[in-house]
């Protein structure tokens, strides 16, 4: 059965679609079948899996407003198992096209969209962009789990009542059965005493919700999202593939669980 995961934080800049990127080139490096969906209209995830937006005529735009089946905006990418449905600015009008033309259930857009090429996959991976609107709602609202990336900074715990409060009101009205796949340390430094600090109140608050693995500050990271592609494919054995790769692995134990 397909899994769809959302990845998201309404705080900006914490690491989502760095892991939603590497997260989804680290499971299909082990085998599965991947789509990346790009819920962001900056669209940074679809960039850094080496596809050129600008020159996109076609993206989860056109899947989401019913003009485009999502089978023929759905790209390849270089790593094989890895596919994308990219975004691009066009994204940012989606409310405005829905204010124009309302339709029934604005929040079920993705889920229909995504339903006839759910077959064809093991993973989706949703990339939600740093608010909790209409796109990160559709995005929660189809998927099967929520994974909550935390930075290791001021103000992180904040940002997890919101995110919270949010799932719980998508539980409640639209997808009773979403679940948090985890919360992940991002660019977590265990030199620094703020980093350590929030580690620990992580995994103290939120114990078995909380993934093992931490990702590291890592600059292969960094680097590898200038070179628009996966840090799992650009330095394999650097300290941030290594993590994404334990991440992806703790993911497939989920669902083997
Ligand atoms: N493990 C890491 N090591 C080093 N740099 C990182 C790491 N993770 C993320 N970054 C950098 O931090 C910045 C923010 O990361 P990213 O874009 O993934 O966050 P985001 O939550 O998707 O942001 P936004 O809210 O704008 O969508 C990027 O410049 C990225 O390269
Ligand atoms: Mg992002």
């Known amino acids: 059965m397909t899994r769809i995961i959302a990845i998201a934080n309404q705080k900006g800049g914490v690491g989502k679609t ?16 991947v789509l990346l969906v790009d819920m962001d209209p900056q669209g940074n995830a679809g960039r850094g899996l080496g596809i050129d937006i600008s020159l996109l005529e076609h993206t989860v735009y056109d899947a989401l407003m019913g003009t485009k089946n999502a089978k023929d905006v759905i790209q390849k990418t270089d790593i094989e198992g890895l596919s994308a449905l990219p975004a ?24 229909k969209a995504l339903e006839p090429v759910l077959g064809s996959y093991d993973y989706v991976i949703i990339d939600c962009p740093p608010s909790l609107g209409l796109l990160s709602i ?12 935390v930075q290791c900074e001021y103000f992180a715990m904040e940002a997890l009542a919101a995110i919270l409060s ?5 539980q409640n009205q639209w997808n009773p059965k979403l679940r948090i796949e985890g919360f992940l340390l991002t660019m977590y430094d265990a030199r620094t005493q703020l980093g350590t600090e929030i580690a620990s109140e992580v995994r103290r608050l939120f114990k078995e919700n909380t993934f093992l693995v931490s990702i590291p500050r890592n600059q292969s990271v960094s680097e590898s999202q200038a070179r628009q592609m996966p840090v799992t494919s650009f330095r394999p054995t650097s300290q941030g593939a290594v993590a994404y790769f334990s991440l992806a692995r703790e993911v497939i134990d989920h669902e083997e669980k």
């Open 138 to 149: 559709n995005a929660m609202a189809c998927a099967n789990s929520v994974l909550i990336p």
């Open 166 to 170: 949010s799932i719980s009101n998508i």
């Open 88 to 111: 691009n600015l066009r994204l940012a009008s989606l409310e405005a096209s829905l204010y124009k033309e309302p339709v029934e259930e604005p929040f079920a857009l993705l889920g």
């Open 18 to 33: 760095t892991t939603s990127i590497n997260l989804s080139a680290a499971l299909a490096h082990l085998k599965r079948n």
